[in-house]
């Protein structure tokens, strides 16, 4: 029996509907589902996602869990559904799967495009929904007499790589590293993966620590997440604490992970007194979106970042949303700003993303970096 892995948020933005869509396509036209259906991850679907697993015990639902528990189930799956509509910086999720030898099955554009076999492109599906275009797909993959992986080397994306480009980009002279994000710890995606960075470095020689906030589980961490645009306008409390431990660790490279949720412009004004080599990171496409959760094209993104470009690129008669809007770019002005007279290179996780950054911050290409995510085990 074809069996499918679903492991991420359970939300809109990742378009996680869209699987649901396909299950009440087969439950209308099959006796039984024809497949095995392993979700892993958390989100306003669980509810309607346990009612299905509760109906069909082809469905298994196990709530969010560890990469090391997912493993577990890979042996019952040929491909991962990687349904979402929206703007991906860079398929780690994907490269994390085929790793696995589990076949991506989604849109194979922007952070995606090198991730998704031709064969199994939503892209190319004549249907007006993704449920739709999912249903059909996997109908005909039921029908198919063997399972093939793409053939896409590993290789570009090992660990071994990653250092080498890490170690021809800092220099020989760095070796001591400090890693700031808006949250450090493992939530989900980017804060999971710079704590695997940190653990990759460290195991090559390097010192390296982290500075930002441990985001509270439950509603306070959800509340602070929509709350951390307004604390960025001036979260002197945070720039105080970077500066301590710049002083106190005397970092060779400052390396920005992420500061538009909660850490803002004053981190990064605050090195201005350090010597160190500094990064900025753009994997977060909210640097140039007021909702990156519902940017489906890089055509909507105006270029450059001023108020009017941010306002149009969102079209709403929502004053609330205008509001929002108008705030989020008074703090990424700030951040631009900062950006602009601090770091030394910008990076991004993927090709495309060179032009967006280049045309929206008006930085020279020779400063903007592709550096691509290394597979996590």
């Not at 259906?37 to 639902?61: C, D, M, P, W």
């Not at 850490?263 to 753009?282: D, E, Q, T, V």
């Amino acid at each position: 029996m074809l069996g499918l892995l679903y492991f991420g948020r359970l939300e809109q933005e990742k378009w996680f509907d869209a699987i649901i869509d396909m299950i009440e396509m087969f439950e209308k036209k099959w006796e039984k589902l024809p497949f095995e259906l392993f979700v892993f991850g958390s989100g306003r679907r669980e509810q309607k996602i346990q009612e299905l697993a509760y109906t069909h015990k082809n469905i298994h639902f196990f709530g969010r869990k560890s990469l090391e528990t997912i493993k577990r189930y890979v042996e019952n799956c040929q491909y991962s559904l990687m349904p979402s509509e929206c703007l991906e910086s860079f398929g780690l999720s994907a490269l994390t799967a085929i790793k696995r030898w589990l076949a991506p099955i989604g849109y194979a554009r922007w952070g995606l495009k090198n991730f998704i076999d031709p064969k199994l492109d939503l892209t190319h599906q004549h249907w007006n929904t993704t449920g739709e275009k999912l249903y059909n797909l996997i109908k005909w993959k039921l029908q198919a007499s063997s399972f093939e992986l793409w053939a896409l080397s590993l290789n570009e994306y090992s660990k071994e790589t990653r250092l080498l480009k890490f170690y021809a980009l800092a220099g020989k002279n760095v070796k001591k590293v400090l890693i700031v994000s808006d949250f450090i710890n493992k939530i989900w995606g980017i804060e999971t993966y710079i704590n695997d960075v940190k653990e990759l470095l460290e195991l090559h020689g390097y010192e390296v620590q982290l500075c930002g906030w441990i985001l509270p589980s439950g509603p306070i961490g959800k509340l602070a997440k929509y709350l951390g645009i307004i604390t960025g306008l001036g979260n002197f409390y945070e720039a105080i604490k970077l500066k301590l431990k710049i002083k106190k660790m005397k970092p060779d490279l400052i390396r920005y992970n992420s500061v538009m949720r909660y850490l803002g412009r004053a981190p990064l004004w605050i090195s201005k007194h350090s010597s160190a080599k500094k990064w900025m990171m753009f994997h977060d496409l909210g640097y140039f979106y007021p909702f990156p959760s519902q940017l489906t094209s890089e055509h909507h993104i105006k270029t450059p970042l001023t108020l009017k470009h941010f306002i149009a690129s969102y079209q709403t008669k929502n004053p609330f949303k205008k509001l929002a809007i108008i705030g989020k770019y008074l703090s990424l002005y700030l951040i631009k700003q900062q950006i602009k007279k601090r770091m030394d290179t910008l990076v991004v996780p993927s090709d495309f993303m060179q032009d967006i950054v280049h045309k929206s911050y008006r930085i020279e290409n020779r400063d903007i970096v592709t550096f691509p995510h290394f597979i996590q085990e």
